[in-house]
């Protein structure tokens, strides 16, 4: 087991680093001066010379992903062209939101998904499959946006259940940010949990034409307990692995979102620095996003050896 993590974490190295390179050659290759947008049109050559010696821009490529990459290793990803603030303190402010957005999806998304597609399983070819499937396929078919301006109009406008749009912190108390993220999270809910509800279902169903569980029954054993406690945790590579790559997703698709339910997380704050052309808070949010990403790819590939014992040897 031991060896196993060693070896995940050693593979990951190099994909970060090539994953550092794409990032850095996409913002630099793309057309245009950076000196010159960021000066202005009304600058002086002296101005926006100053500006490329401060961006490091007046040295060859391989030269400025040394000092970027270095840079990197050390967190310091420069400081905002628009505001002068410092990248990692800009995407630190906006962190709390996006992931509690996320986390509240997924865990709504698991609780949701799961026993629906073991239930669908269980049923198979029967009407309470074909329904759970007919959601499933409905919220694939529905776009996000779509979602979120119907939800906000039966239970925010109509209801006032919710509120329209806006996000509660943490510091006001975790019942008042659940209640602000609840229609973002159940529209991006809906579509994660059709993805995770037919993984399970598929998993779960391979797994009930095994021999053990035709025992179990023989003897006796509830169905809840054979599908928890049996069932489930043999079906459990691929339902991780759905889950984690849902909640990459989530991660790195929360601008629609986050836009419509006017959240100032992470999604907000890259619109704004596209639009602003704030290459260095571009660049940062990128490489931050890349980091979360193989990050949660770690954590699934080890959470492997809890679901299948030949992954620990």
């Known amino acids: 087991?031991?060896?196993?993590?060693?070896?995940?974490?050693?593979?990951?190295?190099?994909?970060?680093?090539?994953?550092?390179?794409?990032?850095?050659?996409?913002v630099h290759l793309a057309p245009g001066d950076p000196a010159l947008l960021i000066a202005g049109d009304n600058a002086s050559p002296a101005q926006v010379e100053q500006i490329r010696q401060r961006l490091h821009l007046d040295q060859s490529l391989p030269a400025q992903f040394v000092i970027w990459f270095s840079d990197a290793v050390r967190l310091d990803?420069?400081?905002?062209?628009?505001?002068?603030?410092?990248?990692?303190?800009?995407?630190?402010?906006?962190?709390?939101?996006?992931?509690?957005l996320a986390a509240y999806t997924m865990t709504l998304t698991v609780l949701v998904a799961i026993p629906l597609g073991t239930i669908a399983a269980w049923r198979a070819n029967g009407l309470v499959d074909?329904?759970?499937?007919?959601?499933?396929?409905?919220?694939?078919?529905?776009?996000v946006f779509a979602t979120s301006y119907l939800l906000v109009y039966l239970f925010a406008v109509k209801a006032r259940w919710f509120p329209v749009q806006g996000y509660k912190p943490l510091s006001d108390g975790i019942w008042a940010t659940l209640v602000s993220l609840t229609l973002p999270?159940?529209?991006?809910m809906l579509v994660f949990a059709a993805l995770i509800a037919r993984v399970t279902r598929?998993?779960?169903l391979e797994v009930l034409q095994e021999n053990f569980v035709r025992?179990?029954?023989?003897k006796g054993m509830g169905t809840g307990r054979i599908l928890a406690v049996h069932v489930l945790k043999t079906a459990g590579v691929p339902i991780v692995t759905v889950i984690g790559i849902g909640f990459a997703a989530l991660i790195g698709g929360v601008v629609v979102t986050e836009s419509v339910f006017n959240i100032p997380g992470i999604g907000r704050l890259t619109v704004d620095a596209i639009v602003r052309r704030d290459y260095p808070v571009v660049q940062g949010i990128i490489l931050f996003f890349s980091v979360t990403l193989i990050l949660i790819?770690?954590?699934?590939?080890?959470?492997?050896?809890?679901?299948?014992?030949?992954?620990?040897?």
């Open 1 to 26: 087991m031991p060896a196993y993590i060693l070896g995940r974490l050693a593979a990951a190295i190099p994909t970060l680093l090539l994953v550092s390179v794409f990032i850095f050659l996409l």
């Open 77 to 100: 990803l420069g400081a905002s062209v628009y505001s002068g603030k410092p990248v990692t303190e800009l995407i630190a402010q906006r962190i709390e939101p996006t992931f509690m």
């Open 130 to 143: 074909r329904i759970i499937m007919a959601f499933s396929v409905a919220g694939f078919s529905v776009p």
């Open 185 to 188: 999270s159940i529209a991006l």
């Open 202 to 204: 598929a998993a779960v």
């Open 215 to 218: 025992t179990l029954k023989a």
């Open 297 to 313: 790819n770690l954590i699934v590939d080890l959470s492997y050896a809890l679901f299948d014992p030949r992954v620990r040897g």
